[in-house]
């Protein structure tokens, strides 16, 4: 590991200026991807910036009827929350399927929405990857890529988001508060927060440099029957083949996200009206432009079994 300096924010205005005074910073909370680079020299910061005693760890109700969560609250807190159990059983469902409970202990909302790629060859440093070291090019095309993307890839990279949390926070409209580093504050709703890797993967959101995650904020519940599906190669402790976020009305009509497949939380509103149609053309309408390769081909007819046990567990 290489050497590195370490102050303590006492506000999230100062972590945030400290954080684009200095070169190099980063910002740590539970560390459960960030240190794991580290030691792999992956991600090798010159400066750590401490936000767990921000008290930006409490779950709110918000006046308009949803919830307000902060950056620093636990996967496993969050998960268990009464009122996130009651009306987005969704966020629950997607949060308990994700990592290990040790590692949930330790996540932060924040910090799980900013989770890095698990593609192979963006841990290997003696592969080429864009995303780590920009203009290096992709081995994952032509390679071993069957976990990979196959939506809203480019030339540059197709590699997925790993979480399970914003695949959820997706399906629900959430908005992600920050601070500036001139102390300004804004919401960035979680659609537009994940980029697509276009000709610059290596910047993977719209967060500005020295920009802090302060909260999450829910809207008010969705009715219907709250389903994660989440396909994977073990039954535990692995990251998406594919996953399906999912709330359906009793019409049959309902709201889908998917994990899996692209370098973002996938969703794509208009294609939700073929949901009463059943699996197959609501897969076909989603699936539009997407490219596989021969390895991860399987995923096409994987996202309609999938779609198909989601309405079929909606209809009990």
Not at 162 to 184: C, F, H, I, Y
Not at 281 to 287: K, N, Q, T
């Amino acid at each position: 590991m290489k050497p590195f300096t370490y102050e303590r924010a006492s506000s999230a205005a100062e972590a945030a200026a400290a954080a684009a005074r200095t070169q190099g910073a980063r910002f740590i909370a539970g560390g459960t991807n960030l240190l794991d680079l580290m030691k792999l020299q992956i991600e090798t910061p010159t400066h750590l910036i401490d936000v767990n005693r921000l008290g930006l760890d409490t779950i709110e109700q918000t006046p308009e009827g949803g919830l307000r969560i902060g950056a620093l609250v636990r996967n496993t807190d969050l998960a268990a929350d009464r009122r996130v159990r009651r009306d987005y059983g969704v966020l629950t469902r997607a949060l308990v399927s994700g990592a290990s409970g040790q590692l949930r202990n330790k996540a932060t909302t924040g910090g799980n929405l900013l989770q890095r790629t698990r593609c192979p060859y963006f841990y290997d440093p003696a592969q080429a990857c864009n995303k780590r070291k920009p203009g290096s090019g992709c081995a994952a095309i032509g390679g071993f890529n069957r976990n990979l993307a196959i939506l809203g890839t480019s030339d540059q990279c197709i590699a997925t988001h790993p979480s399970d949390m914003a695949v959820a926070m997706r399906l629900l409209d959430a908005s992600v508060e920050t601070v500036t580093p001139d102390g300004g504050t804004r919401a960035i709703p979680i659609a537009d927060f994940h980029r697509l890797p276009g000709a610059t993967p290596h910047i993977e959101t719209a967060l500005q440099p020295g920009e802090l995650i302060t909260a999450v904020t829910l809207p008010k519940p969705i009715a219907g029957t709250h389903i994660y599906r989440k396909v994977r190669d073990r039954t535990s402790y692995a990251f998406a083949v594919i996953s399906v976020a999912a709330v359906i009305g009793e019409d049959g009509g309902g709201r889908f996200a998917f994990g899996g497949l692209a370098h973002k939380p996938w969703r794509v509103e208009a294609a939700e009206a073929e949901a009463g149609r059943g699996a197959k053309p609501l897969a076909e309408a989603v699936l539009a432009g997407a490219r596989a390769t021969e390895a991860n081909a399987f995923k096409r007819p994987l996202v309609e079994r999938t779609l198909n046990w989601v309405l079929a567990q909606a209809k009990g």
